[in-house]
């Protein structure tokens, strides 16, 4: 395996632990929150991460066999892993709802554009891991709910 492979893995493994870890912290803050009537069900938001994940490391990894990856899709990588942590931390560990949402706006708009950085090299990659800024768009609706009814 090349040494951007595993780099590339062990980054996106270090992102979910870590935000699985400040999202634990935060659960039961979490659960006793007043949540919208269309709320997703709570079984779906890991499965939906995992999904995102997977995609990433596949998608980076058969990326790298074919390209190395440019200085702006890493700076962009690296940028959307540490605003996934920060999000995790601010609204989970720390309970800030406003916060929260202004990390996930912004996580959303790099998220957009490093999946338009990946469709330049490879459409399919890009349209696979779009679902990524969908979902931060789904989440970050449900965290101004969150914030509005909290």
Same mark, same amino acid.
Do not use: H
């Given at each position: 395996? %090349?040494?951007?492979?595993?780099?590339?893995? @062990?980054?996106?493994?270090?992102?979910?632990?870590?935000?699985?870890?400040?999202?634990?912290?935060?659960?039961?803050?979490?659960?006793?929150?007043? %949540?919208?009537?269309? *709320?997703?069900?709570?079984?779906?938001?890991?499965?939906?991460?995992?999904?995102?994940?997977?995609?990433?490391?596949?998608? #980076?990894? %058969? *990326?790298?066999?074919?390209?190395?990856?440019?200085?702006?899709?890493?700076? #962009? @990588?690296?940028?959307?892993?540490? =605003?996934?942590?920060?999000?995790?931390?601010?609204?989970?560990?720390?309970?800030? =709802?406003?916060?929260?949402?202004?990390?996930?706006?912004?996580?959303?708009?790099?998220?957009?554009? @490093?999946?338009?950085?990946?469709? %330049?090299?490879?459409?399919?990659?890009?349209?696979? #891991?779009?679902?990524?800024?969908?979902?931060?768009?789904?989440?970050?609706?449900?965290?101004?709910?969150? *914030?509005?009814?909290?």
């Amino acid at each position: 395996m %090349k040494k951007g492979n595993i780099i590339s893995t @062990l980054s996106i493994i270090i992102v979910a632990v870590i935000g699985t870890i400040f999202t634990q912290i935060g659960m039961s803050w979490f659960d006793s929150l007043t %949540k919208p009537t269309e *709320w997703i069900p709570s079984f779906i938001i890991p499965i939906v991460w995992t999904v995102i994940y997977l995609a990433f490391a596949i998608i #980076l990894i %058969k *990326w790298q066999n074919k390209t190395e990856l440019t200085k702006e899709n890493i700076i #962009l @990588l690296v940028i959307n892993g540490v =605003l996934n942590i920060l999000w995790c931390l601010v609204f989970f560990t720390l309970n800030q =709802l406003f916060i929260g949402n202004v990390i996930i706006i912004i996580n959303a708009l790099f998220a957009i554009r @490093l999946i338009f950085e990946i469709a %330049k090299e490879d459409a399919m990659y890009g349209l696979i #891991l779009s679902i990524y800024p969908i979902w931060l768009c789904i989440a970050t609706s449900l965290n101004t709910a969150l *914030w509005i009814l909290n």
